[in-house]
């Protein structure tokens, strides 16, 4: 992460904080730090627990299914459309480009963005669309399409930050040199970025050691980086 996105971060932090300040003294509420545990099952857990058991469980659960089809990406596409997620191939990504998407899976849409996308899938005349997964014709890289599994299969287990919303903002986050268009941002949106940022570095994280096993660390790197992913 470049130096300007580290200071952006540091300030989102802070933000956070005085925000949160503020709605608990607007609201008469308690700190929040005391409200990171609950009483379950005979033990005291912590929600940041609770999310990394449901992390690693999720994971599991993709390495069965990975494993299952001997990690070829043409299977996994089956199993995507079984579970009602609709598969388009285009010619040339940079149809897609043009709106800010790479190739891969594309969270659900609305307006403007959601009309392109139906127009370039035949799908018909749509303003607003479903999750899909849209590939250009040909071989598929199989480390970059687990990458787009991974955070489909976080999509459709409602895994915080991985909804339009967030992904949004994690785009802009990414890709705007603007300090200004984080300066104002509510505390529900930087809830919402935070979030985004996690999932996409546990996806890439998970992409990172699979690849590794094959490729070595150096190649994998460069495989998710020469395939848009988000680094």
Request: proline share 1%.
């Amino acid at each position: 992460m470049s130096l300007f996105k580290n200071i952006v971060m540091f300030f989102l932090t802070l933000q956070e904080k005085r925000l949160t300040h503020n709605l608990n003294k607007t609201l008469g509420a308690k700190s929040s730090s005391k409200r990171k545990s609950f009483y379950s099952d005979g033990c005291f857990m912590s929600l940041d627990s609770l999310a990394e058991n449901e992390k690693t469980k999720m994971e599991e659960e993709l390495s069965l299914i990975l494993k299952s089809s001997n990690y070829n990406p043409e299977d996994v596409l089956e199993y995507i459309k079984k579970h009602g997620t609709k598969v388009f191939y285009i010619d040339n990504s940079k149809t897609l480009n043009s709106i800010g998407e790479n190739e891969g899976f594309i969270y659900p849409q609305k307006g403007s963005k959601a009309l392109y996308l139906s127009l370039l899938t035949r799908s018909g005349f749509k303003i607003k669309t479903d999750e899909m997964f849209v590939l250009t014709k040909g071989e598929i890289n199989k480390y970059y399409f687990i990458y787009h599994f991974y955070n489909w299969y976080a999509f459709k287990h409602n895994i915080a930050g991985m909804d339009t919303d967030s992904q949004e903002l994690l785009k802009k986050f990414l890709f705007s040199s603007k300090e200004e268009d984080f300066s104002k941002l509510q505390l529900a949106d930087i809830y919402k970025l935070k979030d985004a940022i996690k999932q996409d570095k546990a996806s890439i994280e998970f992409v990172f050691k699979l690849c590794r096993q094959y490729e070595g660390a150096k190649q994998a790197l460069e495989k998710l980086k020469d395939n848009g992913a988000n680094l």
